[in-house]
């Protein structure tokens, strides 16, 4: 047996609980726009309602390129804090378009 083969069988399987699951996001593709956070300060998320990747402060003007499915979360590239660039999230009621 291979290292990547698996080493439980199906009732050990069906025990296995905790981890972190994927989050499946669905974002519609926008026509870029700039946007402007109306709030005193606006967390950047990894994922909605996920991990805080950074903070923008009242002003700041950002570039969105799509929006999830529930029209509340605007999706936007950053440099990530951890290093290179990523997608994140915006709340959508706490900016201003532009």
């Known amino acids: 047996m291979s290292e990547m083969e698996n080493k439980l069988n199906v009732e050990d399987l069906e025990q296995v609980t905790g ?15 700039w946007v402007k956070v109306t ?10 309602n996920g991990p805080i990747a950074k903070t923008y402060e009242y002003g700041h003007k950002l570039k969105v390129d799509g929006i999830t499915s529930d029209g509340e979360w605007y999706r936007l590239l950053i440099n990530d804090p951890r290093g290179g660039t990523c997608y994140a999230f915006i709340y959508k009621q706490y900016t201003e378009r532009l």
Request: hydrophobic letters at 30%; glycine letters at 4%.
């Open 19 to 33: 981890g972190v699951a994927r989050q499946e996001i669905h974002v519609k593709a926008i026509t870029p726009r």
């Open 39 to 48: 709030a005193s300060s606006l967390n950047c998320r990894y994922t909605p």
